[in-house]
């Protein structure tokens, strides 16, 4: 069920890495209408939610809960089993980034890592291994390496605004140059790079797939309709049954080799056919400039 058009009651707990953007996240939330908690032991989840008695006025809670104190997972998946037992949705959001970006903040900001350890990597290092299985029962992953602040609203607000307009499934189309490194944030990676290469043709090389030129160069190469075809079915048949596991955002990426030409081209395409679907979807170029 998507949390940003249901009536019924619901929780997010937000995690993640420190210097991924909890704090900014519990900003965001705040300004959306979201009541929220910091730093709450998840053993407390419960008595919080009970505390808040979710109005009808004020009905959806945010709590953020960190590794500063540990994490019991056991005790958070028990709480989140019987709030969805007692009507009320919980939804796990983790941010996370790269390492040398949390490095690089926590450099910039002159503050030390909250974990405390000789140096930031290695506590960015424990961090992981305290989190890992926090990460792995996750709802949503938010990747906020390449994120400013505005960008980080505009995901939150996407998946959790009461004030978009109600679809079924929200999904996110990002392409991505393998050279780069792919996301870390998506449900489903999906390769282009059995397609030719606009790179090697001089006139293509410096435009990019969001381009007609490189677009007809792209969808007119063999393959690449069957290519398409085949992932709106697979979409077709995944979709409903997300759905029907309470999924309500999915984010899907498509890498070539510099996330220049195929990949956006094909990421533009396929966006317009899930649009066509009745879903709400969104294709974004994270490598299209670099």
């Known amino acids: 069920m998507d949390l940003a058009t249901t009536d019924a009651p619901h929780v997010l707990v937000v995690t993640g890495m420190s210097g991924a953007g909890r704090s900014s996240a519990a900003k965001i939330l705040e300004d959306m209408g979201y009541t929220v908690i ?3 032991p998840p053993t407390l989840l419960e008595l919080a939610v009970q505390a808040h008695d979710i109005p009808e006025a004020h009905k959806h809670l945010a709590v953020v809960i960190d590794s500063r104190g540990g994490l019991p997972i056991d005790e958070l998946r028990n709480a989140r089993t ?6 009320v949705q919980t939804r796990i959001v983790f941010l996370d980034a ?5 490095v690089a903040r926590y450099t ?6 909250p974990l405390g350890l000789d140096t930031i990597i290695e506590s960015i290092a424990a961090e992981k291994e305290v989190l890992g299985e926090l990460r792995e029962m996750s709802d949503v992953i938010i990747d906020t390496s390449a994120l400013t602040v505005a960008g980080l ?7 959790f605004s009461e004030d978009e307009e109600s679809r079924p499934m929200r999904v996110s ?13 998506v449900d489903i990676i999906l390769d282009a790079r059995f397609l030719p290469n606009p790179h090697w043709v001089p006139e293509l090389r410096p435009l990019r797939g969001t381009e007609e030129s490189v677009r007809d160069y792209v969808m007119k190469a063999e393959g690449a309709g069957e290519f398409l075809d085949k992932v709106e079915e697979m979409l077709e048949f995944l979709i409903p049954r997300y759905q029907a596991e309470g999924k309500s955002y999915l984010s899907i990426g498509i890498g070539c080799t510099g996330g220049h030409h195929r990949s956006v081209a094909i990421a533009e395409e396929l966006a317009k056919r ?4 009745g879903v709400r979807v969104v294709a974004r170029h994270r490598d299209i400039e670099r």
């Not at 019987?82 to 009507?87: D, H, S, V």
């Not at 790269?98 to 949390?102: C, L, N, P, S, T």
């Not at 990002?174 to 996301?183: A, E």
């Not at 899930?274 to 679907?277: E, L, N, P």
């Open 38 to 40: 910091d730093n709450l």
């Open 82 to 87: 019987e709030l969805e037992r007692e009507g």
């Open 98 to 102: 790269e390492d040398d970006v949390i």
């Open 108 to 113: 910039e900001n002159r503050r030390p890592h």
């Open 153 to 159: 609203q505009e995901r939150l607000m996407s998946q």
């Open 173 to 185: 189309v990002r392409s991505f140059g393998f050279k780069h490194g792919p996301p870390r944030d």
């Open 274 to 277: 899930i649009g066509d679907m």
